[in-house]
């Protein structure tokens, strides 16, 4: 497959098809279809696949922010989760994810590559298309939660992004969190 210049849309009733189309009939991760920080715990549960699916795709045709498709030569390979903080409940009560910075907050929660996608940059490039949408949108400042991966690390394991990625994407950690997670965070730098 030839590299080309990704593209990055954002999630929509539009381009919902290309999502669907990148997570499959499963919706990743166990049928997560993107909705574990979106949902508080009991609803998550409660919903099952099918319903954290249509949870997604009605929050999608409401025009909420919920993140960009990465498409590589009209192909959907890749996917990060970037919205405001609040529209992530689950975050709040995550102590490795929680956070008392004040203001208009986005998160990045998650990334998921197909693996035609992987091993081309794509995830540094989605992640610095997540941080210039954030900003467009209003955001002050953008978190992530990154991990530290270790010598086991699988690429399930990895769909918080890495501590290194976000470093390269202009972030400094806050504070470690453990020994292989971190709160990261860069400011806006758009005046306002």
Not at 35 to 57: M, P, V
Not at 76 to 104: F, H, I, Q, T, Y
Not at 107 to 130: I, K, N, P
Request: hydrophobic share 35%.
């Amino acid at each position: 497959m030839p590299d080309s210049t990704p593209e990055f849309v954002p999630l929509s009733a539009e381009t919902w098809p290309l999502f669907e189309q990148l997570f499959g009939p499963g919706g990743v991760q166990g049928g997560c279809w993107c909705t574990f920080f979106r949902l508080a715990n009991q609803d998550y549960r409660a919903a099952g696949r099918e319903g954290r699916k249509e949870h997604l795709r009605a929050e999608a045709r409401d025009g909420k922010p919920l993140g960009l498709l990465g498409i590589v030569d009209g192909e959907p390979l890749g996917w990060v989760a970037v919205s405001p903080r609040k529209d992530n409940p689950r975050l709040a009560s995550s102590r490795v994810m929680a956070s008392d910075e004040p203001g208009a907050v986005w998160s990045v929660t998650c990334f998921y590559l197909h693996r035609r996608g992987r091993r081309r940059g794509l995830a540094t490039a989605l992640l610095r298309a997540a941080v210039d949408y954030a900003v467009e949108q209003g955001a002050e400042t953008v978190e992530g939660y990154p991990v530290e991966p270790g010598p086991r690390s699988t690429s399930s394991d990895l769909y918080h992004g890495t501590t290194g990625m976000f470093a390269d994407a202009g972030f400094e950690v806050v504070e470690k969190r453990g020994a292989a997670r971190a709160l990261v965070r860069r400011r806006s730098t758009v005046a306002r």
